[in-house]
C-alpha cells in the first residue's frame, strides 16, 4: 500500500500487482452519502471469522472432530482470535454459519443448537466468546428452512429474534433459501430486522436480501439499507482466483447501483476473506485483501486460525490496510478505469485521502509496465498540486514525491512486482476519463 500527501500528508498503497494509495486534497471527495440500519451498529465495516467457506456443513465430529462445525471449533477460535493479536486489530465478531443446529425446535418453538456438538448450548458459548472481548455471530435464514435443510425461520422472526437476544447473540446472518415467494422473502427480511431491534439487544443483521432478488429484478437498495447493516449481492466466494474474480467483475459492472448506498451503518458485503487456504497464491490474496479494503468491505475471514501461515497472519492483521477498510468517511470505492487488462480503483478517504488500486489482470506472459496519470487518479484532485507516495505492501517504503505537471516534466518511479505478473511506472501525465 502506499501513502500520498497533497501539502498535509495523505497515503497510497500498492500492494503487489494491487496498488493503492491516498492522497490528501483540498475539496471534499462530492460521493453521495448513505446511512444504514438506525441501530447504531456496523459504522464501519465489520470484522470477524466466519466458518463457511473453510469448514462448509462438516457435523461428523466422530471421524473428524477437529474440523466438524462444533462447540470445541468456535471455544478455539475465540481463545486464538483474543491471544494471538486479531481482536487487537479488529476482528471481533466469531461467527457461527449455517449446521448449528438441531434437526427440530424445541417444545416451545425455540430453535436449538444440535446437543451433541453443542453440549453447551449457544449461551455457554456466547459467554465463552465475551469472556475474550469478543462477539458471537449466529445464522438463520428467512425461509422454511437453510439452505442445508435445518430449520428456518418463517413464521417464527419474533421467537428467533428474542432466542438470539436470550441467548447473548450479537450478530446475525440471514440466508434466504427455500423462500417461497418475493414478497415473502422481503417482508421476512423487514420482519426480522424489526423483531431484533424489538428485542432491545445490539445485533448487527446482515442479510442476503439482494441476492435473491437479483435473478427476478432489481433490487431496491434504498429499502434494503433501511433494514440491514450489510448485504450480500453475488454468489458464494470459494477459494480460488476465478471465484475472486467473479466477485469483483459484478461488484464494478454494478457499481453505479450498489456504490452510493454504501455507507456508515450499511455495507455491500462481496462474502468472506479466504487468505490463509489452499486456493490463491501469495499474490491473490494480496490482491483480495487490497481490493476488499477498497471496497468498504465487511472483513470476515473464513480459515483455521489454528494453522495459518506467518504470511497469511501478517497480511490479514496488516493495520495499514485494515485502517483503509476502517475509514469512518465510509465510502464504498469503485472501479475508475479498465484498459489494456489493467483495472484501476480508487477510494476517497476522510481528511481528503485517496486509496487507488491498481490490478494487472492478464495471466499469461511476464512482467508489464503500466503508466498512470497522476493528474486522473482522486476525480483529477489527489496529486493537486503534489502529493507524497508512500508503499505499504508488499514492503513499506516511501516511493517520492509528484507533482501534478505536464507531460513535458514527469516524476517517475517504477517497480517491479509479481502479483499476477506486473511491472508500475508512476508518471505525470494528462487526466483521462473515468467509466464511473
Known amino acids: 500500500m502506499v501513502t500520498a500527501m497533497m501539502k498535509p500528508l495523505s497515503r497510497v498503497l500498492w500492494l503487489g500487482c494491487v496498488l493503492v494509495f491516498c492522497f490528501q486534497v483540498l475539496v471534499p471527495c462530492g460521493l453521495p452519502g448513505a446511512c444504514g440500519l438506525d441501530n447504531g451498529l456496523a459504522m464501519t465495516p465489520t470484522m470477524g471469522w466466519l466458518h463457511w467457506e473453510r469448514f462448509m456443513c462438516n457435523v461428523n465430529c466422530q471421524e473428524e472432530p477437529d474440523s466438524c462445525i462444533s462447540e470445541k471449533l468456535f471455544l478455539q477460535i475465540a481463545e486464538i482470535m483474543a491471544s494471538d493479536g486479531w481482536k487487537d486489530v479488529g476482528y471481533e465478531y466469531i461467527c457461527i454459519d449455517d449446521c448449528w443446529m438441531a434437526p427440530e425446535r424445541d417444545s416451545k418453538g425455540r430453535l436449538q443448537a444440535d446437543p451433541k456438538r453443542f453440549p453447551g448450548g449457544i449461551r455457554h458459548l456466547a459467554n465463552y466468546v465475551h469472556s475474550k472481548g469478543l462477539k458471537l455471530g449466529i445464522y ?41 415467494s418475493i414478497q415473502h422473502l422481503a417482508e421476512g427480511y423487514k420482519q426480522m430486522s424489526l423483531a431484533l431491534n424489538r428485542t432491545g439487544r445490539s445485533i448487527v443483521y446482515s442479510c442476503e436480501w439482494p441476492l435473491y432478488m437479483w435473478p427476478i429484478f432489481k433490487p431496491n437498495y434504498t429499502e434494503i439499507r433501511e433494514y440491514c447493516n450489510h448485504w450480500r449481492n453475488f454468489a458464494d466466494i470459494y477459494d480460488s482466483w476465478q471465484s475472486i474474480r467473479n466477485t469483483l467483475d459484478w461488484t464494478s459492472s454494478n457499481q453505479k447501483i450498489i456504490v452510493p448506498v454504501a455507507g456508515p451503518g450499511g455495507w455491500n458485503d462481496p462474502d ?159 487526466a483521462t476519463s473515468t467509466d464511473y
Not at 364 to 379: A, D, K, N, Q, W
Request: proline share 4%; glycine share 8%.
Open 140 to 180: 438463520a435464514d428467512v425461509g422454511n428452512k437453510t439452505c442445508a435443510g435445518f430449520p428456518g425461520s418463517f413464521g417464527y422472526y419474533d421467537i428467533d429474534a428474542q432466542t438470539f437476544a436470550d441467548w447473548g447473540v450479537d450478530l446475525l446472518k440471514f440466508d434466504g433459501c427455500y423462500c417461497d
Open 272 to 430: 468472506m476473506l479466504v487468505i490463509g487456504n489452499f486456493g490463491l497464491s501469495r499474490d491473490q490474496q494480496i490482491t483480495q485483501m487490497a481490493l476488499w479494503a477498497i471496497m468498504a468491505a465487511p472483513l470476515l475471514m473464513s480459515n483455521d486460525l489454528r494453522h495459518i501461515s506467518p504470511e497469511a497472519k501478517a497480511l490479514l492483521q496488516d493495520k495499514d490496510v485494515i485502517a483503509i477498510n476502517q475509514d469512518r468517511l465510509g465510502k464504498q470505492g469503485y472501479r475508475l478505469r479498465k484498459e489494456n487488462n489493467f483495472e484501476v480503483w480508487e477510494r476517497p478517504l476522510l481528511n481528503l485521502a485517496w486509496a487507488v488500486a491498481i490490478v494487472n489482470l492478464q495471466e499469461i506472459g511476464g512482467p508489464r509496465s503500466y503508466t498512470i496519470s497522476v493528474t486522473s487518479l482522486g476525480r483529477g484532485l489527489a496529486c493537486n498540486p503534489d502529493c507524497l507516495i508512500t508503499e505499504l505492501l508488499p514492503e513499506k517504503r516511501k516511493l517520492g514525491f509528484y507533482e501534478w505537471t505536464s507531460k513535458d516534466k514527469k516524476y517517475k518511479t517504477v517497480r517491479q512486482c509479481n502479483t499476477v505478473h506486473c511491472n508500475q511506472t508512476w508518471t505525470a501525465l494528462p
